[in-house]
């Protein structure tokens, strides 16, 4: 078994910056990609950043390459998101996902977080 928790989500203006952080526990060295997720209301969960926990390759969605970049810090077991230049758009729930099969940004998810709500307003 994986625990997800996020935290960092929030409210701020357009143009403004965000952390997300998610603190993975239980068998993690099983996971081979961690990434994020997000899901604003009406649209379907879309893949947003993507690291390879063992070569730490990155994939990122169009809609935010260049803007959001996505880390990993092994010895605390923590993934984070830094978001910059956020734009409305980008307002949705922030899910931590971990899985074992990688395909690039999207990948099979074993385990997620409960959520994060970024909200960007203009």
């Known amino acids: 078994q994986v625990q997800l928790v996020e935290s960092g989500g929030g409210s701020v203006q357009a143009g403004g910056s965000l952390r997300l952080s998610c603190a993975a526990s239980?068998?993690?060295?099983?996971?081979?990609?961690m990434g994020w997720f997000r899901q604003a209301p009406g649209k379907e969960r879309e893949g947003v950043a993507t690291?390879?926990?063992?070569?730490?390759?990155?994939y990122y969605a169009d809609s935010v390459k260049g803007r959001f970049t996505i880390s990993q810090d092994k010895a605390k077991n923590t993934l984070s998101l830094q978001m910059n230049s956020l734009k409305p758009e980008d307002t949705a729930t922030y899910y931590c996902?971990?899985?074992?099969?990688?395909?690039?940004?999207?990948?099979?998810?074993?385990?997620w977080g409960q959520g994060t709500q970024v909200t960007v307003s203009s």
């Open positions: 239980g068998y993690t060295y099983s996971m081979y990609c």
């Open positions: 996902a971990a899985g074992r099969l990688c395909a690039g940004l999207n990948f099979g998810v074993n385990y």
């Open positions: 690291i390879y926990t063992g070569s730490g390759s990155t």
